[in-house]
């Protein structure tokens, strides 16, 4: 809903029931500006209309609490609440917010103002002396001025266009649902923006919390509510991924960033694909008013729209080391590796972060099977980061056998079952080009007597090793030389075996 009206430098805009002044081209343009659409009203401003009668071209809603009083053309309403009942009728007629003007008095701007996210102006650059005021905006956090004309002069009144908009700097984004059918939550959108009132608009959401949309968000100013987000992960493992943005108000940078944040903060996914891509940063107007649809990058372009992407939120990366077999796929959170895994050609890969990645790269199939390996390391962030590039090195002097390895990359001391980091210290032992069986291992940790016992144990262990190759559970074997137990697969395990132990026969002094 938006008011227009025409004030002096102290928000004066009448006396004696009378406008403060008349000028030609202003009446004109408010004409232009509210043509189509429906103008709202109080009893006494009508009485300043000529000859007391509706304003043509438009719907004509006056309220009076006197029920007997009809006007033709005019829909009288008896408080606020009938009048949102009627806006909602004009919404489903489809009139948009932006087509509802409040035209005073200053009766009716004053109670209508929550409501309202824009204010057009006419600033007349005169003291005249006033009985009626507008909500002075010079004194209102929630407003601020988005446009000004130059001044004009008409009959030696000097005044000139302002547009304020209602901003919301502090925002809290409170999930609402998680279900499918995006189509049918977007179709919602509309709905959404028409009604009227915060009660009504949380009826609507939840109504879809019992239908639609996959994660819809409330995003909150305080106890209100003004405007949704739509977002669709999981349409990130498809070909794009949707984030619709629909905000009554406008949004400073400061609220779009706490948006993303929190968008960032619980779809790890999200934003590893925005990794994945260039960085480009789309919102870089100071506001943004309005619905705010962008999609993100598609997996054959990387060129189509990214949305808000924030390099101050970079926390990690993944990086894809190739190798015979494969890839070695890697996890960093920018201080140290968190997970390392091997990805075969032809396996499909699960993780969706990685996943995502390699479709950017265009290494998937669609079953998202692995259909090719790259031919250098690379990482979703435009440069590896530290983590990633030692591990590069390590992986280059691993598979290229140097005889010396460089230290290995930091691992993240992230919490392990206890059990678990001691046979993951114990594997950090063995030599390279060197095995022990499951039980020879668990001797080591619990005695000979036990050892038979916890063998399974440290082969449940190795399997689930976050830091395949790093830490060399592919060093231990089955009692009977059996190849189990390796989280990359039996193949991985015994190609790396072979690799170490034929690179260890070649350094033997001849
Ligand atoms: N500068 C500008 O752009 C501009 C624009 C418009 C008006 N104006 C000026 O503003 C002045 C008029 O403003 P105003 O504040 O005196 O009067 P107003 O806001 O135009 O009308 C007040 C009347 O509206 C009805 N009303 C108010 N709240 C209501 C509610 N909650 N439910 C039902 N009815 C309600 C009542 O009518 P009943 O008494 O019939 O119950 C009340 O007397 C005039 O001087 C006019 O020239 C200036």
């Given amino acids: 809903m938006r008011s227009i009206v025409a004030v002096t430098s102290d928000y004066g805009i009448g006396l004696d029931g009378r ?8 009446l004109k343009r408010f004409k232009e500006i509210t043509l189509g659409g429906a103008v709202i009203y109080g009893r006494k401003t009508l009485e300043t209309y000529p000859k007391q009668k509706a304003l043509l071209g438009r719907v004509n809603l006056m309220l009076t609490r006197n029920r007997e009083l009809s006007e033709p053309n005019i829909k009288t309403v008896d408080s606020l609440d ?12 489809g009139f ?7 035209i005073g008095g200053a009766e009716i701007y004053e109670q209508l103002h929550p409501f309202v996210n824009e204010v057009l102006i006419t ?3 005169e003291q005249f002396e006033a009985d009626r005021h507008f909500p002075n905006l010079d004194q209102d956090p929630d407003f601020v001025r988005t446009d000004v004309s130059d001044w004009y002069v008409e009959k030696g009144v000097r005044f000139r266009y302002e547009t304020w908009r209602r901003v919301v700097d502090q925002v809290t984004l409170e999930a609402t649902l998680k279900k499918d059918r995006l189509a049918l939550a977007r179709r919602n959108v509309a709905e959404f923006s028409q009604a009227g009132t915060v009660k009504k608009r949380l009826e609507i959401l939840e109504d879809w919390v019992q239908k639609d949309g996959r994660f819809v968000y409330q995003l909150r100013s305080g106890e209100d509510v003004f405007g949704f987000l739509l977002f669709a992960p999981e349409v990130l493992g498809a070909d794009t991924a949707t984030v619709v943005l629909h905000s009554d108000l406008s949004l400073t940078k400061n609220a779009l960033g706490t948006i993303f944040e929190t968008l960032f903060a619980e779809h790890q996914a999200l934003y590893s694909l925005l990794l994945a891509t260039d960085e480009r940063v ?8 309005g619905i705010h649809t962008a999609t993100l990058p598609g997996i054959d372009s990387t060129s189509r729209l990214i949305i808000g992407t924030r390099s101050d939120l970079a926390r990690g990366a993944v990086g894809f080391f190739p190798f015979e077999l494969g890839l070695v796929a890697l996890k960093s959170d920018g201080q140290a590796l968190t997970e390392v895994e091997f990805l075969q050609l032809g396996q499909r890969v699960e993780d969706s972060v990685f996943k995502m990645a390699l479709k950017v790269a265009g290494a998937l199939n669609k079953q998202n099977g692995l ?6 390391p690379f990482s979703s962030s435009n440069r590896p980061d530290e983590p990633l590039q030692l591990a590069f090195d390590w992986l280059t002097a691993y598979f290229e056998k140097k005889s010396e390895l460089p230290p290995l990359p930091p691992l993240s ?7 678990m980091t001691k046979v993951l210290d114990a594997l950090k032992d063995i030599p390279y080009g060197e095995h022990l069986t499951y039980s020879e291992l668990a001797e080591t940790l619990v005695g000979r007597k036990k050892a038979n016992d916890y063998a399974r144990a440290v082969g449940q262990a190795c399997a689930a090793n976050p830091y395949a190759l790093f830490i060399p559970c592919h060093r231990v074997i089955g009692n009977r030389g059996e190849l189990v137990g390796f989280s990359g697969g039996i193949q991985v395990k015994d190609y790396l075996l072979n690799l170490e132990l034929m690179t260890r026969l070649s350094r033997r002094p001849k």
Avoid: N, W
Wanted: net charge negative; proline share 6%; glycine share 2%.
């Fill in 82 to 93: 009938a009048l949102f009942v009627e806006i909602d009728a004009l919404r489903r007629r």
């Fill in 96 to 102: 948009s917010g932006d087509d509802l003007f409040v």
């Fill in 282 to 289: 789309l919102i870089d107007a100071d506001l943004l008013p």
């Fill in 123 to 125: 600033r007349i650059d």
């Fill in 19 to 26: 406008l403060l002044t008349h000028i030609s081209s202003d």
């Fill in 413 to 419: 001391d992230q919490a392990l079952p206890p059990f």
């Fill in 371 to 376: 259909k090719k390996t790259v031919d250098t």
